[in-house]
């Protein structure tokens, strides 16, 4: 058993990934006592199945106390164990578009109200506990579901503030990207943080005064009385009736609801109808990706520089999930607002820039895993992007490929000449020539990795598609 390197937060269980020999895994939940009884009463409520059918949250059943995997859990000291329901690939909040932070936002609130409603409560609010099956948000710490005793607190309001609200007014005010932020912050922006950047009138934007401003002040008023020496008596539990929790909850939805990031506009995301292809290499290029995919059917496949995502949708057709990554937020916003129309499409948009991916984070650099570590693709989309990683980023062509080779993945690439007009741009402006960038050179490092199953010249030789097998 791998336990999860996230898990150990809450004290209450442990996650297990526990691999299959079809290469799927089982995800196993240690519990302690409390947790299993709880566990127990949630499962049995009408309302926790209502959310489980409609994919609101992470299918969940308790195990049977003879199944091996249930003993072996046992042995790590826990009183139980459940089962969830996996996902295929697990994202973090720092790589989300601001639609999908959200979206994400929006499902927990739901998810609160209605526990609330029925006499539960979350005892967590972080992005963390939300994942996705394709463009639909799904809940998965089920054990955050606790017992709500009529009128205690919802103390998960300033982590929900933190790493959910805050995040989204920063974007939707100032127009300060919250993926940064959430990246070098994984507890969140706290409201005394937030507060250096609503400064002046921008305290009185929407939202600010009453989640910002004023729990900052408050903070910093506790924290000046806690640092006088003097000893403070102890306060009393705070309450929260249930209509003022409910209110409030409302009041979040309908502020939450209302924020927007602007209409997508970068260059990028109107790739779809201005690439410089003409429409029968286009054709063929989409031709040789649908046959690849379509051959091969794999289970994940990654689409690395997807833009807005015109070859996710052909490899959507064969694959049960697409991550689609794309360092541009506008064609990541503009690809998740589509794929979330059409909840067959399996399609999970990602925003990053490939040579920064995403690093191992937090605690031991395994809390949060690397892009690259948590699942390896079946399959990897590598189109229009290795002269980007040359030239912008100034990656040697054999550390990126490879790089490629670690995944172990079939890939589909393309390869632009430096007769191509879109190579020609790039270096417009560069003094260092790229000499080492030749069709030549590509191929002599991608033979010492890959196999070549199939290559297809297309505009006259200035581009070539590549279909690649490990070796």
């Avoid at 503009?334 to 490939?354: C, F, K, N, V």
């Avoid at 690259?372 to 590598?382: I, K």
Wanted: net charge negative; aromatic share 10%; with cysteine.
């Amino acid at each position: 058993m791998n336990a999860d390197g996230g898990s150990f937060r809450d004290p209450s269980g442990r996650v297990y990934r526990i691999p299959l020999e079809s290469g799927d895994e089982r995800i196993v939940r240690g519990l302690n006592s409390a947790a299993c009884a709880n566990m127990e009463r949630l499962l049995a409520e009408p309302f926790f199945h209502d959310l489980a059918t409609d994919g609101h949250v992470v299918e969940t059943a308790l195990m049977e106390a003879s199944d091996p995997d249930a003993r072996r859990v046992a042995d790590e000291g826990w009183s139980g164990a459940a089962e969830h329901e996996a996902v295929d690939f697990v994202t973090w909040p720092y790589e989300w578009p601001f639609t999908m932070l959200k979206d994400a936002a929006l499902l927990h609130l739901r998810l609160l109200e209605t526990s609330v409603q029925n006499g539960w409560i979350l005892k967590d609010a972080t992005p963390f506990n939300i994942q996705w099956n394709g463009a639909r948000p799904v809940f998965i710490d089920t054990p955050s579901f606790v017992p709500w005793d009529g009128g205690e607190y919802w103390q998960g309001y300033r982590q929900f503030c933190a790493m959910f609200l805050t995040p989204l007014l920063l974007t939707a005010h100032l127009g300060i990207p919250f993926q940064p932020l959430l990246r070098s912050q994984l507890e969140g922006i706290p409201p005394e943080e937030a507060l250096k950047y609503f400064y002046g009138l921008r305290r009185f934007k929407r939202g600010v005064p009453s989640h910002v401003w004023f729990p900052a002040r408050a903070e910093a008023r506790m924290r000046r009385r806690s640092g006088d020496g003097a000893r403070q008596p102890a306060s009393p539990m705070r309450r929260q009736p249930k209509t003022h929790l409910l209110a409030l909850l409302d009041s979040l939805k309908r502020l939450i609801g209302g924020l927007r990031c602007g209409s997508p506009s970068s260059d990028w995301s109107g790739y779809a109808a201005a690439h410089s292809y003409g429409d029968d290499d286009f054709e063929r290029k989409r031709d040789f990706v649908r046959r690849h995919t379509s051959a091969r059917r794999p289970r994940l496949t990654w689409d690395i520089g997807a833009n807005t995502g015109v070859f996710s949708r052909i490899a959507a057709r064969s694959s049960q999930t697409v991550v689609a990554v794309d360092s541009d937020h506008d064609t990541v916003e503009t690809l998740y607002r589509e794929a979330r129309a059409d909840e067959h499409s399996g399609i999970i948009p990602l925003l990053m820039d490939m040579s920064n991916i995403s690093p191992g984070q937090g605690w031991a650099g395994r809390e949060r895993a690397a892009f690259d570590q948590r699942r390896s693709p079946d399959m990897v989309l590598c189109l229009a992007l290795v002269h980007h990683v040359r030239v912008s980023a100034n990656i040697p062509l054999p550390m990126f490929v490879e790089w490629l080779r670690s995944l172990n993945a079939t890939v589909v690439l393309e390869f632009i000449a430096r007769s191509d007009e879109m190579f020609q741009t790039l270096i417009e402006n560069k003094r260092e020539s790229y000499a080492d960038y030749t069709a030549e050179r590509f191929e002599y490092e991608i033979g010492r990795r890959f196999s070549i199953t199939e290559r297809l010249e297309l505009k006259d030789g200035r581009r070539e598609m590549f279909a690649l097998d490990p070796i």
